[in-house]
């Protein structure tokens, strides 16, 4: 079965401050990987998705996250946050092409301080 | 806006009354899926449709759960005989046949109160 795991249950950062969310999957297989954000009143958002190929990938909003293999991992990427990319960010994987089940982790609170 | 909707928003009920959710998906999309996300948690699958056809449902929380899509187009999610611990944002999500990779699109979800 698959599981993912984020690092850090609550993140609190300045403006300008860069940042990294940590996601690491358990599955041998091929998996697409994705992050969701979900902005306070909001419903889930994509904002990256991995399926093959660069495995830096790039986002909106200036997000990007990088799939290593060998680690098992998908770490999520911005070099200055700002106050508006205060939310809820969720890592999610399934089993490759066609997969109907996406696996989430708990999620990664992220409040930035203007 | 053409996404994926969700009727009711918030709901309250008491406990052991039964309560129905709809979820309308992006139009054309041939699956549908239902998520349901506590407090503190990511979401956790729980069914799928392609078409009109409930393809896995072994991930329902209990008997008391049921999800119908009758004509392939909207979706219905049942719960029976609700208990406090059904208490939940319910989500809906929708995606195109799988031709590859398959990116799902949520809607903004239906909050279960059971009091």
């Known amino acids: 079965a698959q599981s993912v795991s984020q690092h850090n249950h609550h993140v609190i950062l300045s403006e300008a401050a860069s940042l990294e969310l940590g996601c690491n999957y358990s599955?041998?297989?091929?998996?697409?990987l994705f992050w969701y954000v979900q902005y306070p009143g909001q419903h889930l958002q994509l904002l990256l998705k991995?399926?093959?190929?660069?495995?830096l990938v790039k986002g909106i909003k200036g997000f990007e996250a990088e799939f290593i293999k060998s680690k098992f991992s998908f770490n999520l990427r911005k070099p200055s946050v700002q106050w508006s990319d205060t939310a809820e960010y969720f890592c999610a994987v399934n089993n490759g092409a066609g997969s109907y089940q996406l696996t989430f982790g708990k999620g990664t609170k992220l409040s930035v301080i203007p | 806006d053409t996404g994926v909707s969700q009727d009711p928003r918030h709901k309250i009920t008491k406990r052991g009354q039964n309560v129905t959710f709809r979820c309308d998906p992006i139009s054309e999309h041939n699956r549908l899926y239902w998520y349901r996300q506590t407090l503190g948690q990511g979401p956790e699958f729980l069914t799928y449709?392609?078409?009109?056809?409930?393809?896995?449902k072994s991930r329902l929380l209990s008997d008391r759960f049921s999800a119908e899509r009758p004509k392939g187009s909207f979706s219905t999610l049942e719960i029976q005989r609700t208990e406090q611990g059904d208490s939940a944002m319910y989500l809906c999500?929708?995606?195109?046949?799988?031709?590859?990779?398959?990116?799902?699109?949520f809607g903004e979800g239906s909050w279960l109160t059971v009091v």
């Open positions: 999500a929708s995606s195109p046949a799988p031709r590859g990779a398959n990116t799902i699109y």
């Open positions: 449709f392609q078409n009109e056809a409930q393809l896995e």
């Open positions: 991995y399926f093959s190929g660069d495995p």
């Open positions: 599955y041998g297989g091929t998996v697409n």
